[in-house]
């Protein structure tokens, strides 16, 4: 069946770094944008970053640029987010979604907290 | 960038009820490219609705959404036990989401 499954979060110090990754199965990965999304504790979704089938087209949040990367590896079916210089602020729950005009598959999300 | 503004933050209705949620931009939204998803607590957000209209693959005819410009409503026509959670609306031209309503049993 279509599945997305994150892995990588975990407990990461101010400043620290984290690569997520999220393994798809199930459809033709190489066929759709995927994006990131994040949900802080108790709070609403935020949208991360976003890229395209071949990987050239990237877009991502103003606020997280430069700190979050959005690579993906369609031979792998799939999609990583590189995080640096990690803040407080940045603990959440990160979902990965496949874009079908509407974020139609969504995986169960992995969880990244910052703290010292 | 557009700021998706939603009301009410909550609704509180019973079953059987009709609950009609709004999703305001802040600028004209291109094309209608507008979402909705619904999440229950300890889940990932479900695609209800897309290009403001649209429903998603398996979803009830319960559902519905409209709108257009500036304004989109979603609207859930006989509220059933399972659709008590929280409501997002997200505009996709680029992307950002609204900071979503819950809809709670009165």
């Known amino acids: 069946q279509v599945q997305l499954v994150e892995s990588g979060g975990g407990l990461v110090k101010p400043g620290g770094s984290l690569r997520l990754s999220c393994a798809a199965s199930g459809f033709i990965f190489s066929d759709y944008y995927m994006s990131w999304i994040r949900q802080a504790p108790g709070k609403g979704l935020e949208w991360v970053s976003y890229i395209s089938q071949s990987g050239v087209a990237i877009y991502s949040s103003d606020s997280l640029r430069g700190r979050f990367t959005i690579s993906r590896d369609n031979a792998k079916n799939s999609l990583y987010l590189q995080m640096n210089g990690l803040r407080a602020e940045d603990t959440a729950v990160y979902f990965c979604g496949r874009w079908n005009e509407g974020l139609d598959v969504w995986g169960q999300g992995t969880t990244v907290t910052v703290s010292s | 960038e557009i700021v998706l503004t939603q009301s009410p933050g909550t609704l509180s209705l019973s079953p059987g009820e009709r609950a009609t949620l709004s999703c305001r931009a802040s600028?004209?939204?291109?094309?209608?490219?507008l979402a909705w998803y619904q999440q229950k607590l300890g889940q990932a957000p479900r695609l209800l609705i897309y290009?403001?209209?649209i429903r998603a693959t398996g979803i009830p005819d319960r559902f519905s959404g409209s709108g257009s410009g500036t304004d989109f409503t979603l609207t859930i026509s006989g509220l059933e036990a399972d659709d008590f959670a929280v409501y997002y609306c997200q505009q996709y031209s680029p992307w950002t989401f609204g900071q979503g309503t819950k809809v709670e049993i009165k």
């Open positions: 600028q004209s939204v291109s094309s209608n490219y």
């Open positions: 290009r403001a209209s």
